[in-house]
């Protein structure tokens, strides 16, 4: 088990607004607001993640079991987000992983 972590940035020539829009997408699933600045969504096909709303980006944690698993939840979260004005980077962050 392992978390991915995606960075959304708005692309260049585009303003922080477009975080709002994509905050506003992911809102319109089952979510809970459970920090300022944060809020837990349930996405259809990935599961729950946790979303971070920072100045210049959005963070969005996903906890998948294999990597099959994290390959369909990068594809499905593209695609809730489907904006081509944000641009998207992955990790992996490890700390969490079991063998």
Known sequence: MFTLV?????ALAVGPYVLRRVIAGL???SHVDCAPG????TVPR????LVSELRT???VEI?????????????TL???IGSPDVVIGWARDTSLSTA
């Open 27 to 29: 809102r319109v699933h």
């Open 57 to 59: 980006l959005l963070r």
């Open 38 to 41: 944060q809020l837990l969504v």
């Open 78 to 80: 593209v695609r809730a």
């Open 6 to 10: 995606a960075s959304i940035r708005p």
């Open 46 to 49: 990935v599961g729950t993640v």
């Open 63 to 75: 906890t998948v079991d294999s990597e099959d698993a994290a390959a369909r939840a990068c594809a």
